[in-house]
C-alpha cells in the first residue's frame, strides 16, 4: 500500500512539474514568469525617439506583467554595443534590449550583427520620412531637385546622419531611382544633420518628418516631398515622392527584442503585454505628440519585417560603399 501511494505521488509531481513547463513556469524557481526585475536596454543614447519609446513603454508593461521594467542606456557602435550584449545574455525574458532597423543593416557594414542572433518581441513606432530643403532653396519640388541633379552630377549636396544609417540609405535609393549623382554630407546623427540643411549648408535633407519639424515650424527648412504611400494628414499640401514620379519610401522604427533561444510561451507574453501597451492611450499620446507614429507589429509578423529591411537596405548600403 506504501509503495502504491509512494508511486501515485511521484506520479503527481511529475504530472506537475510537465504543466508547469507547459505554461511557461521557470523551472528553477517554480514560478510563473515573470518573477522580477526585467531590464529593458537602449542601443542609443537619451533624448532620441528609441530612449522616448523605452521610457515611455516600460511602466506600461509593468502594468501589464506586474514587475519592474528598469531602462538603461548603453550606447556606441551603431547600436551594435548592446546588440553584442545581448546576444550572449540567458535567453530566459528577463533582458531585452530595444531595436532598429541596424539590426538589419549592421551586416552589411563589417559589423558582427546577425539578426538570427535575435527573437523579435514586436514593433512599438514608426518615423515616416521626408525630403526638406532650406527654405531659400530654388527647388519647389522633387522634380525641379532631381532635374538639377541631373543636369549637375554630383553637385546636389544632402547631409547624412551616417553612410549605412536608416536615412543616408534612401538617399542612395533616390540615387538608383532617379538615375542621379548627388553628393553625402556625413553627420554623427539625425539632428546635426538636419540642422546643416537647416542652414543652407547642404542643398537638402532626408530624415523622419518628426527631426525635420521643429526646423521646418522655424522657417528654416520646407518639405518637399513624403517617403510615405499617402499624403501626411499633418502635411496635406506636400506630395508623396511617389506623386513626384520616384517610388521611394522611408521610415524608421524603433521594437523590443530578446536574445535568440527564448522560449515561444515567454516570448508570446511578451509580444501581447507591448501590443496593449501600444494601443495604451497615454503610449499613442506620447508618441504621436513627437511626431512619431505609434505601430505594433507582434513577433511573428516582425521576423518576416526583419528580413524584408534587411533584403531592401542591403543594395542601398552596398552603393553607398561604392560595391
Known amino acids: 500500500m506504501k509503495t502504491l501511494i509512494k508511486s501515485v505521488a511521484l506520479g503527481t509531481l511529475g504530472l506537475l512539474a510537465l504543466t508547469g513547463c507547459a505554461s511557461g513556469t521557470n523551472a528553477s524557481s ?3 514568469f515573470p518573477d522580477k526585475d526585467i531590464r529593458l536596454t537602449v542601443p542609443w543614447a537619451a533624448g532620441g525617439s528609441g530612449d522616448l519609446t ?54 552589411f557594414q563589417d559589423y558582427d550583427i546577425d539578426p538570427a542572433n535575435y527573437e523579435p518581441i514586436g514593433q512599438g513606432l514608426a518615423g515616416p520620412g521626408a525630403i526638406a530643403v ?18 549637375n552630377p554630383g553637385k546636389i549636396t544632402f547631409s547624412s546622419p551616417g553612410v549605412g544609417s536608416v536615412w543616408d540609405s534612401p538617399a542612395q535609393g533616390l540615387q538608383e ?7 553625402s554630407v556625413p553627420f554623427d546623427g539625425s539632428a546635426p544633420a538636419v540642422a546643416a540643411a537647416a542652414a543652407g549648408d547642404v542643398d537638402f535633407s532626408i530624415d523622419a518628418i518628426g527631426t525635420q519639424k521643429n526646423q521646418v515650424d522655424a522657417g528654416k527648412l520646407r518639405y518637399l516631398a513624403m517617403l510615405t504611400d499617402q499624403r501626411d494628414p499633418k502635411n496635406p499640401d506636400v506630395p508623396t515622392a511617389k506623386e513626384e514620379g520616384i517610388d521611394l519610401t522611408n521610415a524608421s522604427w524603433v521594437g523590443i527584442m530578446a536574445p535568440a533561444g527564448t ?54 548600403i552596398k552603393l553607398a560603399q561604392g560595391k
Open 134 to 151: 532650406p527654405t531659400d532653396s530654388p527647388y519647389r519640388s522633387l522634380k525641379e531637385l532631381v532635374a538639377a541633379a541631373k543636369a
Open 54 to 107: 523605452a521610457r515611455t513603454i516600460a511602466p506600461l508593461l509593468e502594468k501589464e506583467l506586474g514587475v519592474e521594467v528598469i531602462v538603461e542606456n548603453k550606447p556606441g557602435a551603431n547600436g551594435s554595443v548592446t546588440y553584442n550584449w545581448l546576444k550572449d545574455q540567458k535567453p530566459d525574458g528577463y533582458n531585452l534590449s530595444m531595436m532598429g532597423v541596424e539590426v538589419a543593416t549592421l551586416q
Open 263 to 316: 522560449p515561444e510561451d515567454i516570448v508570446k507574453k511578451l509580444s501581447d503585454a507591448m501590443g496593449k501597451a501600444v494601443e495604451d492611450p497615454e503610449y499613442r499620446k506620447v508618441i504621436e505628440s513627437s511626431n512619431l507614429v505609434p505601430t505594433f507589429k507582434d513577433s511573428e509578423e516582425m521576423k518576416s519585417f526583419i528580413q524584408a529591411e534587411a533584403d531592401r537596405y542591403g543594395p542601398w
Open 177 to 183: 531611382l532617379a538615375g542621379i549623382k548627388l553628393t
Open 30 to 32: 517554480g514560478a510563473e
